[in-house]
RNA sequence: GCCCGGAUGGUGGAAUGGUAGACACGCAGGACUUAAAAUCCUGUGGCCAUAACGGCUGUGCGGGUUCAAGUCCCGCUCCGGGUACCA
């Protein structure tokens, strides 16, 4: 029979559909539960690449492995249908966003359904249907009314906040103020990374090292703009310990870590010569202070001004405005070459009491820290780079742990930086009475921090790198924020029952170049009035993207729901996500925005877990092969024509070198899974998504790889639907062998992502299957439900034509039989110093004297023994034998 | 600069410190066919040798540990990702 894929695609795709074979169980009593998570997509015009299934597939394999395993299964999917392009596409055409998402959504769901995956459609979500985006405003209003406890490291409701007395008696106005500077939430005039191209906000995240903005490429601008912030910060720590008991790859673990940026050291008060006021200083390196030569303050410093002295001021205020007009970009630039100004006045060294300059320079950051520094030239790379340039004195107060040498020399008399570990010099005064001489870093720290505690001068410290979210963007196509603005300058947020707060049509998409956006034309929608007659103003700027990804997963667990955001019992069920996988381009915005709203929502007994995703995995991008001439050039790829595994430039005929690149529409290599559907089938495209290589690694599409795996469906298809392949009896040891070896490996492979290896071994036993040329029954049954969550279309119909009416989705997992992996010979390679020479079969039972005995008695060993003596024999039993031989 | 990951045949990739190259593509040969495609079978790291057995060599480079290293340790090179004056 041929393997007439589509016909067997489209009817069991068809037959899933009407019987609703994936609906989730709706029993919660089954303890064995598995929560199955893709990233959504984003629907764009384009459809689906190859990329996308490469997750879902991922993720249906394993889901479907584990309903045969007994487990209730959520697996859903949904749309992340906010965003720019469609909204770009309105400017243009004047087509509503919510016309074309749900093209693009419609599309979408065609092609993944296509691929036979196994989601349960009932549960689908969109972010941009206000069923949904109610409750996306809803945790807005609940992030609004919460505060930080930093005492019990908890987000606690603001009603539960204790406003101090001297605030309390300031009256109504300032207890606002304190409030509003406590919420999570907060509106404010916030300097912003503009980009004048997307007339849109970008958060700090969005903006790429060079200072482009990630989404267009264009340079971004500094503006000041109102804007609504998230107070993230405050949950670093938590989102900080929270990572450890995750079961994630260590390097996403890492690279929130590195950006949470949690530092430990001191804060220290300088005392200002001639001022009542206090220079406070955060730093790492408190043990350095004797080092300390020099202070510096950020340009935008609160304390600029009055620190500068009169014959020093214009010099000062000139550099402050030129850094002012500088854009962050410029000063990181410029990071080799430094600049600053001497403010004329001098800090006092609590330490020693000598006095130090004080210098405004913006290689000095204001949001960090206190935005101060003291610099300690002999012990920090940028210090010293300033101290080189304006001559000030570097002062090594630390020895080098290094051999006598030049280097340390130098570094000993200022001449080099030393930034590691050393003995302390120079470091006691007589006058403090602090003395650290002689000991090294971390005992200096420690020494140095409990004699500032004691002096009243400092205080160990904490800080992070993290920074407040900047949460709004001036966009149509985002989630509203119920919030009014009221002319008298009060803030409210609508009433959650008011929710959710719809978006109004518009005629015009086009942001304002204020910076305001398009939703402030809509006067109707914009202007409220109060049962007192008072105006207001509604919130013009909308959700980023971030919102509706950032708790979709817990929607998902009951999507439908019209009174709650979620069914608690179901939530309590559900929840933690048991594998989420995607890319791992959102190893750090999604994924730590999504677990603080989580922390939150978990502080605020909403959720019933601390942490929303338990396992997580990310796949490796998939690339395709591209080709350039000698000089780099890139050469489209239908130009290319292949002779001799070499390639070739049709139309000039010179040879071009092949290379791997991300697929582009202008390299001509992108690859449509319609068409890979179309030509191989949809199981075809998943089993080669899946045997490419492993899942986390970055690889290269190669249309000619789809043929082996198709190959292999071919070639399972005609063995297992011949009848004369399947005979009655007993089935043949060898047969039982490789069947329960598949078993194995594949059930193993499934439980740790490894599903190359898996294919694989399936692979294996079909080879094995034509080699014996015939099997029984059971053999085909068996091998069918391990193959069945890899290519679920073909299984279907190979279970099917063994006469089962039901689905294969839920028939139990083979069990491995031991005994019949049993092997009673093993054949032992035999190696003289390290390398292979024969090899001999023996008992798997054998002592190792025995078997060193035949084998030193062997006919082949004869040869290799007379090139030396025997001076060792290393018999691993079941392994290998190793003789060592003196010469 | 710093952090993380990687480098294995012509290609994608296998390999709890224990037979390197599983599986697949490609290629070569054979069977079937008038022929081709499809299918089925065999071979396939490189070098040398051959009637045959075989030998040497080989996992980016240089050292080391070990009876034994693709795998562990030290020092590099190149490639990819993240981050960037964070005191």
């Not at 606002?176 to 916030?190: G, H, M, P, Q």
């Not at 300690?376 to 040498?405: W, Y």
């Not at 997580?616 to 350039?628: P, S, T």
């Not at 040329?773 to 085909?780: I, P, Q, R």
Request: charged content about 30%; aromatic content about 12%.
């Amino acid at each position: 029979m041929d393997y007439n894929f589509t016909g067997i695609e489209k009817k069991w795709q068809k037959y899933w559909e009407e019987k609703k074979t994936f609906k989730t169980p709706e029993d919660l009593k089954n303890p064995k539960k598995c929560y199955v998570l893709d990233m959504f997509p984003y629907p764009s015009g384009a459809g689906l690449h190859v990329g996308h299934p490469e997750g879902y597939t991922a993720t249906d394999i394993y889901s479907r492995y584990k309903r045969m395993k007994g487990y209730n299964v959520l697996h859903p999917m949904g749309w992340d249908a906010f965003g720019l392009p469609a909204e770009q596409y309105a400017i243009q055409t004047g087509t509503h966003p919510s016309i074309t998402t749900k093209n693009n959504c419609d599309t979408f769901r065609r092609q993944i359904k296509d691929l036979g995956l196994s989601y349960d459609w009932d549960k689908e979500i969109n972010t941009t249907d206000p069923k949904y985006f109610r409750w996306t405003q809803w945790i807005f209003i609940r992030l609004y009314n919460t505060w930080f406890d930093e005492s019990l490291q908890k987000g606690r409701p603001v009603s539960e906040l204790k406003i101090p007395e001297e605030i309390r008696n300031q009256g109504n106005k300032e207890i606002t103020k304190f409030i509003d500077s406590k919420r999570l939430a907060y509106y404010d005039n916030a300097q912003v990374w503009w980009c004048p191209n997307c007339r849109i906000v970008c958060a700090n995240e969005e903006v790429l090292f060079d200072g482009s903005h990630e989404k267009c490429g264009n340079r971004v601008e500094r503006k000041y703009l109102k804007q609504w912030m998230l107070r993230i910060p405050l949950y670093a720590e938590r989102l900080l310990k929270g990572i450890e008991g995750l079961d994630w790859p260590e390097g996403i673990k890492d690279m929130q870590r590195n950006w949470i940026g949690r530092s430990t050291g001191a804060e220290v008060d300088f005392a200002i010569d001639g001022l009542n006021e206090k220079l406070t200083v955060f730093t790492t390196r408190p043990d350095t202070l004797f080092g300390a030569t020099y202070m510096v303050i950020a340009p935008e410093h609160s304390l600029t001004g009055i620190i500068t002295t009169d014959e020093k001021r214009k010099a000062v205020d000139d550099y402050i405005k030129a850094a002012s007009l500088k854009s962050d970009l410029d000063r990181t630039d410029l990071a080799k070459d430094k600049t600053g100004v001497f403010t004329g006045r001098y800090a006092i060294n609590p330490v020693n009491h000598k006095q130090i300059p004080i210098w405004v320079a913006d290689y000095v950051l204001t949001g960090y820290g206190t935005g101060a520094i003291m610099a300690v030239p002999a012990h920090d790379t940028r210090d010293f780079e300033f101290a080189e340039k304006f001559g000030l004195p570097i002062i090594c107060i630390q020895d080098p742990d290094l051999p006598d040498s030049d280097q340390k020399k130098r570094i000993v008399a200022g001449k080099e930086c030393w930034t590691e570990d050393g003995k302390y010099i120079n470091s006691s005064d007589k006058s403090t009475g602090i003395d650290i001489n002689g000991l090294n870093k971390e005992a200096g720290i420690a020494k140095i921090i409990s004699w500032l505690v004691a002096e009243r001068l400092g205080k160990e410290k904490v800080n992070y790198k993290i920074r407040d979210w900047l949460f709004s963007r001036q966009r149509y196509w985002g989630e509203p924020f119920p919030v009014i603005h009221w002319e008298d300058g009060e803030v409210t947020l609508i009433d959650e029952n008011q929710l959710p707060l719809q978006l109004p049509e518009l005629e015009k998409y086009l942001p304002g170049e204020s910076g305001e956006s398009p939703l402030s034309n809509a006067t109707e929608w914009l202007i409220v009035t109060d049962k007192s007659g008072r105006r207001g103003r509604r919130e013009t700027n909308t959700m980023p993207q971030w919102a509706g990804s950032c708790w979709y997963y817990l929607r998902y667990i009951d999507p439908s729901n019209d009174k709650m955001i979620f069914d608690t019992a179901k939530e309590k069920y559900w929840m933690p996500v048991d594998l989420y996988i995607g890319g791992a381009e959102h190893a750090v915005l999604h994924l730590l925005y999504s677990r603080f709203w989580h922390k939150v929502l978990f502080d605020l007994g909403i959720v019933s877990t601390d942490e929303p995703y338990q396992k997580l995995f990310n796949q490796g991008m998939i690339l395709a092969f591209a080709y350039e001439n000698e000089s780099g050039t890139k050469v489209a790829t239908d130009v290319i024509e292949e002779r001799d595994a070499k390639f070739f430039n049709k139309e000039t005929g010179t040879e071009v070198r092949q290379i791997v690149a991300k697929m582009s529409k202008s390299l001509k290599n992108v690859v449509n899974p319609d068409d890979v559907v179309a030509k191989y089938g949809a199981d075809s495209l998943r089993l080669y998504e899946m045997f490419m290589g492993p899942l986390d690694v970055i690889k290269p599409w190669d249309d000619k790889g789809v043929k082996g795996v198709s190959n292999f469906l071919g070639r399972t298809f005609r063995f297992f639907s011949n009848q004369e392949n399947i005979v009655d009896g007993n089935e043949d040891p060898e047969i039982l062998k490789g069947l329960h070896q598949a078993i194995k490996k594949v059930e193993g492979d499934i439980e740790n992502l490894r599903f190359n290896t898996a294919i694989s071994a399936m692979m294996i036993f079909l080879n094995l299957a034509y080699k014996k040329g015939k099997v029984t029954k059971d053999t085909v049954v068996t091998f069918t439900k391990i193959l069945s969550p890899f290519a679920p279309h073909l299984a279907e119909e190979l279970w099917n034509l063994q006469g089962n009416h039901k689905s294969i989705a839920y028939e139990p997992w083979p069990e491995v039989n031991e005994d019949y992996l049993k092997e009673d010979l093993f054949e032992y390679p035999v190696s003289f110093n390290g390398k292979l020479r024969f090899k001999i079969e023996l008992p798997v039972t054998m002592s190792k004297e025995e078997i060193a005995k035949i084998v030193l008695a062997d006919e082949r060993a004869k040869k290799w023994l007379e090139t030396g003596t025997l001076s060792n024999i290393i018999v691993v039993p079941n392994r290998i034998v190793n003789i060592v031989l003196k010469s």
